[in-house]
């Protein structure tokens, strides 16, 4: 088992350029996290996915960030018109079904900058 | 809000030493709250080291022990002696467990870890 995959490993993105994030859960997982690490504000939770429908996406910013899970092999996380503080790493987290209290495996992150 | 605060690090130990990283949470919209503890060794990616989802129990993984208080809103991981290899960030999380709301993980800021020699 591969683990949690997301790709690129390192993005870096010119101010007001688009930049697309790559994540492949576990084969059988049927839910995607996705999480945004920084300096500043921690690890926080961005958005979630269970059976490819949108679940919560309550800390996903309203402007700019969108994500999609179009089958159950990968989700995308985009960001368009990048900013300097978009600056962070990018986790992407599955879980066998989703439901609370289930262990999130982590991918190795995607570590975006924004000149 | 539902937060999380937990140790500020860094932190450092000396070797067979014992440790505490304390944890405490607030859920204010979580009926059932979960708790876990996350680690990121260096170079690898964050993994779980244990987690409880029943108050009152004790959660335990490589000789780490936390367990759930909720009188104190507490999960404070603690290790009677640690080793070098121990060296990692910490993260206490929050979770909820009932099945209609979301499975969502809220983190504290990470505690790291150096074990000295």
């Known amino acids: 088992n591969a683990g949690v995959i997301q790709t690129p490993r390192h993005k870096v993105t010119g101010k007001g350029q688009e930049a697309t994030l790559w994540c492949e859960p576990i084969?059988?997982?049927?839910?995607v996290f996705w999480y945004r690490q920084t300096i500043v504000q921690g690890l926080e939770f961005l958005t979630y996915?269970?059976?490819?429908?949108?679940?919560?996406d309550s800390g996903m910013p309203k402007e700019r960030f969108s994500a999609q899970m179009p089958n159950q092999s990968h989700s995308t996380l985009k960001i368009q018109s990048t900013q300097p503080q978009d600056s962070a790493v990018y986790l992407c987290?599955?879980?066998?079904?989703?439901?609370?209290?289930?262990?999130?495996?982590f991918g190795p992150g995607t570590r975006l900058t924004v000149l | 809000g539902d937060s999380v605060t937990q140790t500020e690090g860094p932190v450092t130990v000396s070797e067979s030493e014992s440790l505490i990283i304390n944890c405490t949470y607030s859920?204010?919209?979580?009926?059932?709250?979960?708790l876990f503890w996350y680690v990121r060794y260096p170079g690898e990616g964050l993994q779980l080291l244990l987690k409880?989802?029943?108050?009152?129990q004790k959660g335990s993984s490589r000789g780490f022990e936390a367990t759930y208080n909720k009188e104190t809103t507490s999960f404070h991981l603690q290790k009677a002696s640690v080793q070098e290899s121990d060296s990692a960030v910490y993260y206490c999380?929050?979770?909820?467990?009932?099945?209609?709301?979301?499975?969502?993980?809220?983190f504290g800021e990470g505690t790291k870890l150096t074990v000295s020699s």
């Open positions: 987290a599955s879980s066998l079904d989703g439901l609370g209290g289930r262990e999130q495996y």
């Open positions: 084969s059988g997982h049927s839910a």
């Open positions: 996915f269970r059976n490819q429908a949108p679940i919560d």
């Open positions: 859920a204010t919209s979580i009926a059932y709250p979960n």
């Open positions: 409880v989802i029943t108050a009152g």
């Open positions: 999380a929050l979770g909820r467990l009932n099945q209609g709301g979301s499975a969502k993980l809220i």
